[in-house]
């Protein structure tokens, strides 16, 4: 596909793990990263993963990348109500240097 | 150490007119994106800026322009502005240092511009 694919919704309950998933389009994508916004905010880089890798933890954080599959997933444990927000995930192509994003995540957290 | 800055942080402005946005990249940065983010979509890449010149341009029109100056901060122009350019604007800085992307990518809290 030409696009990056995530589904838009997700709702969880607070202290249950959140597992966002996103779809990207090149195989030969550098590096691939996970942005989190908020309502009326800019975009905070959360973390990314560079395309040699399998895994990255960063505290509540882990990234999956599935190179063969081009997926790529945030998990978040112990989800807090302050993690609702919308999560994109983008690429940069192998070719170029600009991020290429989803359409983001809209996560929902209630208590 | 301040990250990416952005001015103004909202601004509204009649079609046909000209808007010019700034940024400041975060310090160490020499690189400068900026994206435009419709309302409900992810943000679209305009263009980028590295040691003064435009390197990468996304589907935009020749409305959009841009500069980047010996300090490494930029400015967006839009020449006759339309409905719907209004969007938030989003401005991006790296350390690319002529190489291949670093990683960091960090992002201001963007100009959100109202075309009437």
């Known amino acids: 596909g030409e696009d990056v694919e995530q589904s838009l919704f997700l709702s969880v309950r607070e202290g249950d793990s959140s597992v966002i998933n996103c779809t990207y389009t090149?195989?030969?994508?550098?590096?691939l990263y996970w942005y989190k916004q908020e309502p009326g905010a800019g975009l905070q880089l959360l973390t990314y993963i560079f395309s040699n890798m399998d895994m990255k933890q960063d505290q509540r954080l882990t990234v999956l990348l599935n190179k063969k599959d081009k997926h790529l997933s945030l998990r978040i444990a112990d989800t807090q109500t302050g993690d609702s927000a919308i999560y994109f995930c983008a690429e940069i192509p192998g070719e170029g240097t600009a991020l290429i994003f989803g359409k983001g995540t809209t996560l929902s957290v209630s208590s | 150490d301040a990250g990416v800055t952005q001015s103004p942080t909202h601004l509204i402005k009649t079609r046909g007119q000209q808007v010019t946005l700034r940024c400041s990249p975060k310090?160490?940065?020499?690189?400068v994106s900026w994206y435009q983010q419709a309302l409900g979509q992810g943000p679209q890449f305009i263009f980028q800026?590295?040691?003064?010149?435009?390197?990468q341009r996304g589907n935009f029109p020749d409305r959009f322009s841009g500069h980047q100056f010996p300090n490494y901060s930029s400015e967006l122009n839009v020449n006759a502005l339309l409905l719907g350019d209004s969007a938030l604007y989003l401005c991006?800085?790296?350390?690319?240092?002529?190489?291949?992307?670093?990683?960091?990518?960090?992002f201001g809290e963007g100009s959100r511009l109202t075309v009437l």
């Open positions: 800026y590295y040691e003064e010149e435009e390197r």
């Open positions: 090149d195989s030969s994508s550098t590096y």
């Open positions: 991006a800085s790296s350390f690319e240092g002529g190489l291949s992307p670093s990683g960091e990518l960090f």
């Open positions: 310090s160490g940065h020499d690189t």
